[in-house]
């Protein structure tokens, strides 16, 4: 008799969230905890263990009838030696997360990053669903991705391809957090929408901007988005400055993978509307016309489950 | 008992190049013909169809023992369909040449397009032996490539994947011959290189290059590469400009796609110790360290028989 369950777990910087699916991937007992990640990696893997426990205690699940549990992590990983190389938010150094989670469980586990697990669950089950070739952007505080060619997640060689924020569009541009000048991220992702904010508010320009904050350094993307969405000329300005960049990282990503679909997902495009006519602007303006007619760019459908659907979707490989 | 032989025909605008080789890609016979590029399609496809049964017949080799031909073409094309969709330089049209030619010759043939097949060629039998995730990038008079995932050539969703040479790197970057700004190949192709070589001139600075030919519409980017041979330092201020654009290509690529190797190929690196230095330094200054480290950035060897060994390389496949 075939297994009938997977396990997903979303293994997040603040919290973790473990769900029971069926094959279909759908979600039939979720547990939600604190992942208290200043706590050691041990106890915070014996916590995704209990979870794990929890959610077929809940559903009256036998392990027996569970195919796999699938794992999505910040990285960089080793995911073929399904090891946590380090993630800077838990702190975490060479955890063999793999092998403390199978040896305790007694159920096969698969690791993937997050990036790459939220590109396949929106390419199993989102607004990626049917395509073979599919890109999925998240943009919110930094931006990253998951690239799926012929519908096998790109890897690379060692398992750091993908990094899509990371790309220069603009030679002289900004310092990025990883050293580089002009990466899309430095210029196009939450961060840089908020340091626009900032930067106009100390330019002194008439905006609403500085009226929603108590403190200058509380202006965020949010902040901006929000002054946008009131009609604010400023903020309005900045979101469309954005909304090109964007525009210019998703016409790089046509000319280079000549994708089927693009997903875009993330905090930023939360107030896609607001973007979306200029991102597609751009990308007309931009991109090479055989494969810019044929490629769709939507946004993501899985909300705030993107995470944990992610991980069934390695669960389900 | 199993076929001996590959064909590989490597179609120019100018010349068609057609080989017979052995199951390890040694060339055994070759044949090389002007392509007629006036002439209707065709004309053309008989002419090749001529040079494959002129290999056959100087090698002594019977058609039974040939296993499938390889045809490397300048592109779009449809691989799957085996046509050529139009190429600029022959003017073709919709033109059939697979199916053309295994009917008059009575073997199978493989299509490609020419930087795809190149990618081949150094990823069976030249510098990318041995990697199963490869760049080839070839820089001339544009910038093209070809990439290798999994041993496997990228052509995506509708076969026109790899366009790495259109790709922003400077948002407001020159006008690109496809209509995009700042597109790697209006920046770091030969083409660019002259260009920069004919403005320097127009300025009136004091430099080599102008001296070097009779008209200034003749400075190109094999004379500004030959002036910085001879030490101007003008020609070595462009080539040191051009260098930086290439690399910060080179490390886009790298944190995109996470290759073992890159190999770079045209007329551009055949002065490639002029530019070496420079790209291997912005690479390291702009790439991801975790990637970059495990990257090997080399030259082509395979010279003018790239092509045809592409062609050889995709019959092979």
Redesign the interface.
Known sequence: MGKKYVIGVDLGGTKILTALADLEGQILQRVRVETGANEPAEQVVRRINTTVEQVLNEAQVSKDDVLRIGVGSPG?LNIKEGIVLFTPNLKWNNVPIVKMMSDALGLPVLLENDANAAALAEHAFGAGKG???MIYMTISTGIGGG?I?NN?I???????????G????????PVCG????GCLEA?ASGTALGRYGREAVERGVDTLIGEMVEKIEDIDGSVVTRAAQEGDRVALEIVDKVA??IG?GI??MI??????KIVLGGGVTKAGELFIDRILQTVE????E??RK??EITFSKLGSDVGVLGAIAVALK
């Open positions: 960089p395509s073979s070739n690239v060619i096998q790109l890897h690379g060689f060692s398992e750091s391809a993908g990094e899509i990371h790309h220069t569009i603009m030679a002289d541009g990883c050293g580089n000048r210029l090109n960049y210019i016409a790089n000319n280079i993978f000549n994708p089927e303006e931009r991109a090479l055989a494969p044929l490629c």
